[in-house]
């Protein structure tokens, strides 16, 4: 069993639907989580970061974090087709040098 | 702010040679760097943790001395991948730690 789970996809919506996005993971000791947006052939960009249970939200995009199912979830409203790409949740220990462990990604299609 | 660079952005190269790949933190000072591969719809591989001032510390199944990674400064980290073989080709991706992981755009390497 892998640390972190995602669910490689691919998920197509139509524009302007809810993108729900979600990682399990079975390392409890993890204490901050990440969501990074990877475009084709770019280096991944850092879309949110949390280090507590609970919601946090930036624009259009909310994270969540549920430490006692071990699961974390990003939500992304009113999706453009901007937003395809993959989406990858991160998470890791403040003390292995910031080392990270990711899941293996989601693709997500917005469909005009 | 938290932006990294790297360079070249891409290069193709005759197989045996040698090729050094630049990664700078642009405007905020890194004591950890990391490394990554990435290939085709597969997620982020983490080769190396380069801190400044000391050695590097490898993954397992990752050959020092194939990927030479040196920290000199708190901005910058070359990997040098040395008498590269056509299955070196790949994306090769680093990362600056600034209480979080903060990537570079990636190198695609393609060695003839």
């Known amino acids: 069993q892998k640390e972190v789970e995602q669910d490689p996809g691919p998920l197509s919506v139509p524009e302007g639907a809810i993108v729900s996005l979600n990682c399990t993971y079975s390392?409890?000791?993890?204490?901050?989580f990440m969501w990074y947006r990877q475009y084709s052939r770019k280096g991944p960009e850092l879309l949110m970061y949390?280090?507590?249970?609970g919601n946090k939200e930036d624009g259009r995009f909310t994270a969540q974090v549920d430490k006692s199912s071990k699961y974390i979830s990003l939500f992304i409203r009113d999706s453009q087709p901007s937003d395809s790409a993959t989406y990858l949740c991160?998470?890791?220990?403040?003390?292995?040098?910031?080392?990270?462990?990711f899941g293996g990604g989601t693709r997500v299609l917005v469909k005009p | 702010g938290a932006v990294v660079s790297q360079h070249p952005s891409w290069v193709i190269c005759k197989s045996g040679t040698s090729v050094k790949i630049e990664c700078r933190s642009l405007?905020?000072?890194?004591?950890?760097m990391f490394w990554y591969r990435q290939f085709p719809k597969q997620s982020l591989m983490l080769m190396a943790t380069?801190?400044?001032?000391?050695?590097?510390?490898?993954e397992q199944g990752v050959e020092k001395d194939k990927f030479l990674i040196n920290h000199a400064s708190l901005t910058l980290s070359t990997l040098t991948v040395t008498s590269a073989h056509p299955e070196d080709s790949s994306f090769y991706i680093c990362?600056?730690?600034?209480?979080?992981?903060?990537f570079g755009p990636g190198t695609r390497l393609l060695v003839l």
């Open positions: 990362s600056a730690s600034s209480e979080t992981q903060y």
């Open positions: 390392n409890s000791a993890f204490q901050y």
């Open positions: 949390t280090y507590s249970s």
């Open positions: 991160a998470m890791g220990l403040r003390a292995a040098g910031n080392k990270l462990t």
């Open positions: 405007d905020f000072q890194a004591t950890t």
């Open positions: 380069s801190n400044e001032g000391s050695k590097a510390t490898y």
